[in-house]
């Protein structure tokens, strides 16, 4: 597509498979995140990329690196970041917290350039882990989401969330026997479970508001077929589970969850809204807790997604996601700062 000293730009969806082997490398370089692996990465440029996503390869040796970017705007680039990406898709061999590399980049961009965005970035896992802003650079906070880091015993975990919670569970608990329910948790982890698991997810969404505002995940649209690559491939890889919280034998509540280095990601939940009264999706992550402590191989639990309230019940670990920024004139940050004070 377009070549230059170091970085070149070719189509994203024509090319990235030629280079999974290298993307992969400089992600294990770096923090061999599950969410920058080639096998979230490819389904995502397969069910939501188009001609106008670019891989960037840098062919220096010395400074190697790869991104999917797309063009937002004359001269304005940003990362590929469909709504099923919680992380942006930049990847260096060594962190860049200066973020010389990523000026670079910018640089080499095609035609003039005149800003990149690296969006959604978390500062312990990003290759350019900027903690302020800086010359050239705008460190813009995103979003706030949470974690849970599993230490002691469940019930020592337990104990620690406070009566409210504890005691709403309780009684949701108590309202399901007295319906006559019996629940139990299952997790699917082979990859011949997944469509149907996907199916009985898309079930649980469509029936909701998702349902009525035309986005939710189901078997025949592109978003159930992404969740259907990537939890077949990761099952493969001992890399996944779904969840299912069922009522005698109906799925009320499901998790989506991928798993590698004592990391847990919960990418979507879905529950049966015409069962808010068991509040079935609450019940589902006590039991999900409740087992991951038993395991032992979930050091810590994220969400990547914006901090609900259902999340502080369950978490009180709260940090920062971000975008950056990076600009040919810091000119441009000045002119930024002053539009936003008058707006």
Not at 276 to 303: D, H, K, N, T, W
């Amino acid at each position: 597509m377009n070549q230059s000293m170091g970085w070149e730009f070719h189509s994203g969806p024509n090319c990235f498979e030629d280079h999974r082997s290298t993307w992969d490398a400089l992600n294990q370089a770096v923090s061999h995140h599950i969410l920058l692996d080639s096998g979230f990465v490819s389904p995502l440029l397969k069910h939501f990329g188009d001609s106008s996503v670019i891989l960037g390869v840098n062919m220096d040796n010395s400074v190697p690196g790869m991104t999917l970017l797309t063009r937002r705007g004359p001269g304005l680039w940003e990362t590929f970041q469909p709504s099923q990406a919680p992380i942006g898709l930049l990847l260096f061999d060594k962190p860049d917290p200066n973020g010389e590399m990523l000026l670079q980049l910018m640089r080499k961009l095609p035609g003039f350039a005149l800003e990149l965005s690296v969006l959604q970035q978390d500062l312990e896992y990003s290759s350019v882990p900027l903690k302020k802003s800086c010359p050239g650079l705008e460190r813009l906070d995103y979003i706030e989401t949470a974690r849970i880091t599993l230490k002691g015993t469940f019930e020592e975990y337990w104990r620690e969330r406070g009566t409210k919670l504890r005691n709403n569970i309780s009684r949701r608990r108590r309202r399901m026997i007295e319906g006559g329910y019996k629940s139990r948790l299952v997790a699917l982890r082979a990859p011949h479970e997944v469509k149907e698991a996907i199916r009985e997810y898309g079930r649980l969404e469509s029936s909701g508001w998702k349902g009525k505002s035309g986005t939710a995940v189901s078997e025949e649209n592109c978003q159930g077929r992404f969740y259907r690559d990537v939890f077949e491939h990761f099952c493969e890889r001992r890399e996944a589970a779904i969840y299912q919280l069922r009522l005698d034998d109906k799925v009320v509540a499901s998790d989506l969850c991928l798993m590698r280095n004592g990391m847990m990601i919960v990418l979507k939940t879905a529950y049966d809204e015409s069962l808010e009264e068991y509040a079935p999706a609450l019940l589902m992550r006590e039991e999900i807790m409740r087992e991951i402590f038993e395991q032992g191989s979930v050091r810590v639990v994220e969400f990547y997604g914006r901090a609900m309230d259902w999340h502080t019940r369950f978490s009180s670990e709260i940090r920062s996601l971000y975008h950056i920024n990076c600009l040919r004139f810091n000119s441009l940050s000045t002119l930024r700062k002053i539009v936003r004070r008058f707006k």
